[in-house]
């Protein structure tokens, strides 16, 4: 197996090996309660063994979904916010071409809805389903998330106006709870097909449940090669205490080093547009684990050389609150020359004979070094290429050393007591039953 790793310059970013030395009982003690399960959100911990224990049979009954659905479907409508969205869009967007709506593919492109209350969203979004032949997901863990249920009301009434109620009905599968929720009593009511999410699985921890594995395998990718991924990091994460072996250790310890030396902005970097979506999940999986109690990094990202021209500025020479976690991938998917010119009139004939992927790589390195110089310590996640298997990986890695992470900085990673704030006023403001006379908070 190729593994990503975590990899640390000592030389140049000045935490050194005693730091890690030092953090590493904290670190073992938070992993021991991931293990064991015996500290706060204990109750939520059914993700670190999901690539071990899935169940064969329903992710039999997803890929004849899947299929069946594929067969009808120009496009596939995914409606989910937060953890029942982000986790899909981000491996179906590392592996697709950036110009995949423009591609006459015969695999389903994957449109998403339920993540925004934006009016004109939906009015464009209608406007294209009306000339394709689509299906439809809807995800909700709780199955009463306002902007899910909005979309999903919108585009079922589309839905069922093009075909009918009949065949609308064989057009939409719901991923939900088991036994409560206003989604998991509509599928119910309606007969469709419906997916579970493990009570013990939180939402930004549920990628690896239907709640990601069915929208992915929507869009044609190998979910077992996903699985098998995860099922090998996991392996690398619960098995070694060894922080020159286990990578999520290694992060683990970092981050809460750099934390505790002021840097509280953590910046997610990549050299590669299709990893944005990693960022994003990222950026959910330890906002929402760590930001409470007033602690927490926050995470943020950046999308290099673009935002070099934008943020670089900043990073090099700006307050110094933040350290910066590189994804490296070694490997591009595909290969572009860059063509000979004999006028040379642009001056970048140095460039021939070079990859595309050597000069993005140069600008990795001569960022990193700049960085550095400039006072930001710099990690650096190296995948060796991106496919399923490793993002099976990264997945599996980002969220146990997020557990181990959340355990050391001293929060319970599992709850999102934050979220609810937004809700409550918007529903005082809307005059949702149950909600008058409340005081907005
Ligand atoms: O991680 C989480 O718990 C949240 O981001 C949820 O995934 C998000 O709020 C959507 O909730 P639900 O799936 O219940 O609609």
Redesign the pocket.
Known sequence: MQNINVKIDNALNKIGQEAVKEMLPEVLAAKAHLVNGDAAGNDFLGWVDLPENIDQTMLRSLKADVARLTAKSKVMVVI?????YLGARMVIEALQSEFAAMDNSDKPYIVYAGHTLSEDYYAQLLKVLDRVDYSVTV???????TE?AVAFRIVKAHLVEKYGSDEATKRIVAITDARRGALHDIAVQEGYPMYVIPDNV???FSVLTPVGLLPIAMAGYDIDALLQGARDMRKLCIESDDVAENPALLYAALRNILYRKGRKVEMLVNFLPNLKYISEWWK?LYG?SEGKDRKGILPHSLSFTTDLHSMGQYVQDGERLMFETFISVDQPATSVAIPADEQNLDGINYLLGKSLNEINHNAELGTMIAHRGGGVPVLKIAVPKVDEYTLGQLIYFFEFACGVSGYTLGVNPFD?PG?EAYKKNMFILLGKPGYEGQQLV
């Not at 989910?80 to 029942?84: K, Q």
């Not at 995800?139 to 998330?145: A, D, F, L």
């Open positions: 989910g916010i937060g953890g029942s995800i909700s863990k709780s199955g009463t998330t899910p939180g939402g930004r959910q929402e999102q979220v």
